[in-house]
């Protein structure tokens, strides 16, 4: 018994007692409390979709000491949430999809601009970073700007956006709607 003991990797008691039948296989642990606070989280996470389960825990067991009952630890409302499906999404892991294929096409120059920055670490320690508009049609830079060891401001910004209308448009107006397209929060400007 022994040798299929160690060969398996396992106690030989746990061998004994699986020959015996005296071990029941295990399943998902729950308390017969579970039943009566599960209600109550849905009923909390009904009413304040953001939280999480410690929050959620929290005004449980302020609830929990208002009735005079004991107040229950966050491990088991995290237990009961998750076997109910009631936790929060990752922020990073599990993000709706936006729909965006990653082509961005435009018939023809002027209608669709994108806007991006960039920085480069230099050897010496300095940090140049820089920011540019694009056409997203004939592909050409219509503005940029480039600061070392300082960031791009708002200001910047701006006068590119001043730099791409006068460039393209002769003036400080469009004649007509152009889109800038930014990579925050694909966030979308006309000019």
Not at 97 to 111: E, K, P, T
Not at 157 to 171: K, N, S, Y
Request: hydrophobic share 40%; aromatic share 8%.
């Amino acid at each position: 018994m022994s040798l299929v003991a160690k060969t398996l990797g396992v106690g030989r008691s746990t061998v004994y007692d699986r020959l015996a039948g005296s071990t029941r296989p295990r399943g998902p642990y729950a308390k017969a409390d579970d039943a009566d606070l599960l209600p109550r989280i849905r009923q909390i996470a009904a009413q304040r979709p953001t939280y999480g389960y410690r929050r959620i825990a929290a005004v449980l067991n302020r609830q929990q000491r208002a009735e005079g009952l004991t107040p229950v630890n966050h491990k088991r409302v995290y237990r009961i949430m998750a076997a109910d499906r009631l936790l929060l999404a990752r922020r990073y892991t599990e993000r709706a999809d936006y729909g965006h294929d990653g082509v961005v096409v435009a018939i023809r120059s002027n209608l669709r601009w994108c806007s991006d920055g960039f920085e480069f670490p230099c050897w010496n320690g300095e940090v140049v970073r820089g920011a540019f508009i694009i056409d997203a049609h004939d592909r050409e830079i219509i503005a940029w700007r480039a600061v070392a060891n300082a960031g791009i401001s708002g200001s910047d910004v701006r006068d590119i956006m001043l730099e791409a209308v006068e460039t393209r448009f002769g003036g400080m107006r469009a004649p007509v709607l152009a889109e800038i397209l930014s990579d925050n929060n694909d966030s979308r400007t006309q000019c």
